[in-house]
């Protein structure tokens, strides 16, 4: 893919500072001392891209890596799913954006947060797709490219449609063809809108949003103008709502193997497995209490493991006294108040548990005692939570390794 221009030079009204990456440097395999660590399964990656290709019925697929690819590490996965032939890919910023050219990533790029600060020139410097939904950006982006002196750029507007969140509503739409019309360097390559209401069990709401996005479409048409991309499809609504489906869809969760709603997409593998080991083992006598506050006491002679994994690492603290893990294949239940490093638990029911054994804290486990999983969704509940949430706040302190089982 051509790049059209350097970016913004100093002289530029526009210039600023490189925009970077602002999330901290994540732990690497290479410094994990600690046994805590996350597995991303290349294969199962992979694997829901077909799942997703095959629901789409022709729609291309724009995957949605933003947030570091929902806590998976967004070079690693952006590479496997271009390798594995995904369309295009959208992120929310600008520098995810820029951390996937640099990473070599070379289809499409939609940037969705419509926040561009001054950074213009990067859009035509990395060839990325910017979504924009007000007068002023696109003003501010055509002065961008005339002072590049670059080609026409495409961008895709957002229209709302009942989200309430970002977007044009359809009473601004005329004042931005209007702006469209008066500047010949920008180009109307897509419109697109998303979904409030996608998993709820009844979809008029995706109805009504998908009847709205027609006339929008409509009234673009009307003005002259010729969109080719029109997308509004989240995982749930890829899945569920054939109607909802246009040129591109833009799947996030489902990519990485959560099901966005019950009975849909059963087939997808979960992606991410975040494990531990057991460092240390103690037995109590009936009626000790143990961790912060003395939350739980022993009701019988107890064995408790320590692992290290804390809330600081994304092991929610609602988990305490409720939550469970897998250890030799079977649950065993959290015990004390989640600490920031540590948490114990009660593998008193768990015969032969030593030091070093695997502590699956989201995932499935097989061992000598059975075989169970620990979803996203489940954590999700014990949370109030949603697995998106369980997904990217898993944090940096846990190195992730990449699988090719
Ligand atoms: C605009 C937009 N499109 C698509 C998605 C993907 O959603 P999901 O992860 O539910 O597939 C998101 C994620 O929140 C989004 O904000």
Not at 47 to 72: E, F, I, P, S, T
Not at 88 to 96: D, I, P, R, S, T
Not at 115 to 133: F, N, T
Request: neutral net charge; hydrophobic residues 45%.
């Amino acid at each position: 893919m051509a790049v059209k221009t350097q970016p913004a030079q100093p002289g530029s009204p526009l210039a600023t500072p490189l925009p970077r990456v602002l999330r901290p440097r994540r732990a690497t395999p290479a410094d994990a001392v600690r046994p805590t660590r996350a597995e991303v399964n290349l294969a199962a990656l992979r694997h829901n891209l077909r799942v997703v290709q095959r629901a789409a019925q022709g729609a291309r697929v724009w995957g949605v890596l933003k947030a570091d690819a929902y806590g998976h590490g967004a070079p690693a996965v952006a590479r496997t799913l271009e390798r594995a032939g995904i369309d295009g890919m959208c992120v929310a910023l600008l520098e995810e954006a820029i951390e996937l050219r640099d990473a070599g990533i070379r289809v499409p790029l939609l940037v969705m947060g419509g926040y561009y600060g001054q950074a213009w020139g990067e859009i035509l410097a990395r060839d990325l797709v910017p979504v924009v939904y007000d007068v002023g950006q696109i003003e501010a982006l055509a002065r961008e490219v005339r002072f590049a002196s670059s080609e026409p750029v495409g961008l895709h507007l957002k229209i709302d449609t009942g989200m309430g969140r970002l977007g044009c509503t359809p009473a601004e739409l005329p004042a931005l063809l209007a702006a469209l019309g008066r500047h010949p360097e920008v180009r109307l390559d897509g419109l697109m809108t998303h979904l409030a209401c996608a998993d709820a069990t009844d979809l008029g709401a995706v109805d009504e949003q998908l009847a709205r996005f027609t006339e929008a479409t409509r009234v673009v048409r009307e003005a002259g103008f010729d969109p080719k991309v029109l997308h509004a499809a989240n995982s749930a609504a890829l899945l569920r709502s054939p109607g909802s489906r246009l040129d591109v869809v833009r799947p996030g969760i489902a990519l990485f193997g959560v099901a966005p709603c019950e009975g849909a997409g059963i087939e997808l593998r979960p992606v991410m497995k975040v494990r531990s080991e057991v460092v240390a083992l103690r037995d109590l006598v009936a009626g000790e209490s143990l961790g912060y506050g003395w939350t739980w006491r022993a009701e019988r002679p107890s064995r408790i493991a320590t692992v290290p994994m804390g809330y600081a690492d994304g092991l929610h603290r609602d988990l305490s006294n409720r939550g469970d893990v897998l250890v030799r294949g079977r649950r065993a239940r959290i015990v004390g108040a989640v600490s920031m490093d540590l948490t114990m638990i009660d593998v008193t029911d768990h015969e032969g548990v030593s030091v070093r054994d695997e502590v699956v804290v989201l995932g499935q486990q097989e061992g000598p005692l059975g075989r169970d999983a620990i979803t996203a969704l489940e954590i999700a509940g014990l949370t109030s939570s949603i697995p998106w949430e369980v997904l990217t706040h898993v944090s940096r302190r846990v190195p992730r390794f990449y699988r090719e089982p």
